[in-house]
C-alpha cells in the first residue's frame, strides 16, 4: 500500500525566518494536496499539485511537485505567527479514492 | 468554493448509546463522501467509503457494524457510532468528492469535523 512519510514531525521557527516541510511517497501519485489543520478543527486546503515539476504559490507559500511525482515540498517565506499548525500532505493513489495523508508536521513560530 | 459540513460539531454522549453525524455537501452533488477518523496528535485515518446508493466500503479494522454509513442522497451522508465506548472518542472528519466534470478547482473537500467524546 502507498505510504506518505513527512518531515520534520515538528518544527519551531523564529518569526521571519524561512522553512520547508517534505512529503515523500513510495509510489508515483496521481494527485498530491496540501493542507493545514488546527488541532481540533477542520482541514484547509492549500493546494494541489498533479503535473511533474509543477510548482504553486499563494501569499507566502510555495508548494512543488518533483517530476516523478514521489516527492513534494512546501516552503513558507518569512514566517508568521499565523502560519502555526498542523501542515499535512495527501495523495491520490489513483483517481477517484480517498486521499491518504502523511502523519503532519506541527509548527510553531516563536516570535 | 465547494462547501462540505459536518453536524454537530461537538457531540458529548454516554457510554452504550448512539450517535449519528451528519455530512453534507452544500453547493455541489458528492456522489462519493469518505469519514476519516483523527486521534489527538495523529493524522487522519480513513474509516470507510460511502457511496450514494450502495453499501459503504470499510477499510481494515474497521468495525461496520458499530460505525454505520448511510449515504441516501447525493448531498447526504451519515455515520452512526452505535453503542459507543469512550474509546471511540475522537475527532471525525467527511470529505465529498465531486464527480468529474463539473467546475470546481479540485476534487476533494474536507468537512469541519465533529469532535465526539464519550463518557
Known amino acids: 500500500s502507498q505510504e506518505l512519510e513527512q518531515s520534520p514531525q515538528s518544527l519551531i521557527v523564529q518569526e521571519g525566518k524561512n522553512l520547508t516541510i517534505n512529503c515523500t511517497s513510495s509510489?508515483?501519485?496521481?494527485?498530491l494536496y496540501w493542507y493545514k489543520q488546527k488541532y481540533g478543527e477542520g482541514l484547509i486546503f492549500l493546494m494541489m499539485?498533479?503535473?511533474?515539476?509543477e510548482e504553486k504559490s499563494h501569499e507566502k507559500i510555495t508548494a512543488k511537485l518533483d517530476e516523478k511525482k514521489q516527492q513534494s515540498s512546501l516552503h513558507i517565506t518569512a514566517s508568521q505567527p499565523s502560519h502555526a499548525g498542523i501542515y499535512l500532505c495527501g495523495a491520490d493513489p489513483q483517481a477517484g479514492t480517498a486521499l491518504i495523508f502523511g502523519k503532519g508536521t506541527t509548527l510553531s513560530v516563536s516570535s | 468554493g465547494a462547501v462540505v459540513s459536518q453536524h454537530p460539531s461537538r457531540v458529548i454522549c454516554k457510554s452504550g448509546t448512539s450517535v449519528k453525524i451528519e455530512c453534507r455537501s452544500l453547493d455541489f452533488q458528492a456522489t462519493t463522501m469518505f469519514w476519516y477518523r483523527q486521534f489527538p496528535k495523529q493524522s487522519l485515518m480513513l474509516m470507510a467509503t460511502s457511496n450514494e446508493g450502495s453499501k459503504a466500503t470499510y477499510e481494515q479494522g474497521v468495525e461496520k457494524d458499530k460505525f454505520l454509513i448511510n449515504h441516501a442522497s447525493l448531498t447526504l451522508s451519515t455515520l452512526t457510532v452505535t453503542s459507543a465506548h469512550p474509546e471511540d472518542s475522537s475527532f471525525y472528519i467527511c470529505?465529498?468528492?465531486?464527480?468529474?466534470?463539473?467546475?470546481?478547482?479540485?476534487?476533494?473537500?474536507f468537512g469541519p469535523g465533529t469532535r465526539l467524546t464519550v463518557t
Open positions: 499539485l498533479q503535473k511533474g515539476g
Open positions: 470529505s465529498a468528492r465531486a464527480p468529474r466534470g463539473q467546475d470546481l478547482h479540485y476534487e476533494q473537500y
Open positions: 509510489k508515483t501519485l496521481y494527485g
